[in-house]
């Protein structure tokens, strides 16, 4: 039972333009998101993130897109550039514990 | 500012013997959880821990145990390992263990069971 779903595997956006990675829940009692930044061989590096209370989180190059109705976020990268070539989980927080997505990879080319 | 530790980076193990994993979370922060990773999936919860008490454990058999010392540092213990146990193993600090607070992630010890 995967209750939150990356359902692209990978994107491919060319450098400068915008990068839009998807994420669905099926938990409607989540209420607190995170966006994770994952490079090979390192740990995953905290992005963003937002709480149900708020619609957009905003900081820098990055934006997070929350909407309840749906069950689904979004996280934005503008302008994208080569160093955000990585991959990118997304995660609901629940009890203390973070639930994640299968992950989609981005390649950003020159 | 040290971030999360973890040690050892990587290690190679035989089918059925046992290991320890070690995490050394940021500095203030209480809650240290521990995850899965197998190549191609998102991290999957183990087990979390705040002030020295288990506050969690996912869907991993009995296997699987860890513990929180005084100074917050927990360590991760797998017995009698399969091959499918071959991983990464994530190790994440909170400063505590409510849901509105980032989580912050070591480099991983990966590991490999043949």
């Known amino acids: 039972d995967q209750q939150v779903k990356q359902n692209s595997p990978s994107l491919s956006v060319q450098e400068g333009r915008i990068s839009i990675l998807n994420c669905d829940y099926t938990?409607?009692?989540?209420?607190?998101f995170l966006w994770y930044k994952k490079y090979p061989a390192e740990g995953p590096t905290f992005l963003i993130s937002i709480s149900s209370i708020k619609d957009k989180n905003e900081d820098g190059r990055f934006t997070v897109f929350l909407n309840k109705s749906a069950k689904h976020l979004s996280l934005h990268i503008v302008p994208s550039q080569p160093g955000d070539s990585a991959v990118y989980f997304c995660?609901?927080?629940?009890?203390?514990?973070?639930?994640f997505g299968q992950g989609t990879e981005l390649s950003v080319k020159p | 500012d040290a971030g999360v530790t973890q040690s050892p980076t990587h290690l190679i193990k035989t089918r059925g013997q046992q290991v320890t994993l070690r995490c050394s979370p940021i500095s203030g922060h209480k809650s240290v959880s521990w995850y899965q990773q197998v190549l191609g999936q998102g991290p999957q919860f183990i087990f979390q821990y705040y002030e020295k008490e288990e506050r969690g454990r996912g869907n991993f058999p009995d296997r699987f145990s860890a513990r929180q010392f005084p100074n917050y540092s927990s360590e991760l213990n797998v017995n009698a390992l399969l091959l499918g146990d071959s991983a990464l193993y994530l190790c994440a600090s909170r400063y505590a263990d409510w849901d509105y607070t980032e989580a912050f992630f070591g480099q991983g010890t990966r590991l490999t069971v043949v």
């Open positions: 938990n409607s009692m989540f209420d607190y």
């Open positions: 995660a609901a927080s629940s009890g203390g514990k973070l639930i």
